[in-house]
């Protein structure tokens, strides 16, 4: 089991940016497939964006053009910039991961470990 702490979260203003991190506690090949996932008031977690062992990335189309996942695989940390924050990007924000490549990446089910998220508030 990978323990992830994100961090960053906070409140900004409408067209504001944020950087989110993710560190993993655990050895880099139970990381190979990371990805952020949001929680909004309906409880529906959100695929945004993932990344491989490879750093291909993906976005979902809520976030992209506007949100950049990266990763730092030496000191195991994982990034969400995020800008031209809009009030419906107001979530919970999770970071997970998962040593298999998951058959599709946007879904919650794919990912076995998870961090306890981080909040976002976006005032318009």
């Known amino acids: 089991q990978v323990n992830l702490v994100e961090s960053g979260g906070g409140s900004v203003q409408a067209g504001g940016s944020l950087r989110l991190s993710c560190a993993a506690s655990r050895y880099a090949q139970n990381n190979r497939y990371m990805a952020w996932f949001r929680e909004g008031p309906d409880n529906e977690r959100e695929g945004l964006a993932t990344i491989d062992e490879d750093a291909r990335t993906r976005y979902a189309n809520s976030v992209k053009d506007r949100f950049t996942i990266s990763k730092d695989s030496g000191a195991n940390i994982l990034y969400l910039q995020m800008d031209n924050l809009k009030p419906e990007d107001s979530a919970m924000y999770y970071c997970?991961?998962?040593?298999?490549?998951?058959?599709?990446?946007?879904?919650?089910?794919?990912?076995?470990?998870w961090g306890r998220g981080t909040p976002v508030l976006v005032s318009s």
């Open positions: 997970a991961s998962h040593r298999r490549r998951p058959t599709d990446p946007f879904r919650r089910s794919e990912y076995t470990s």
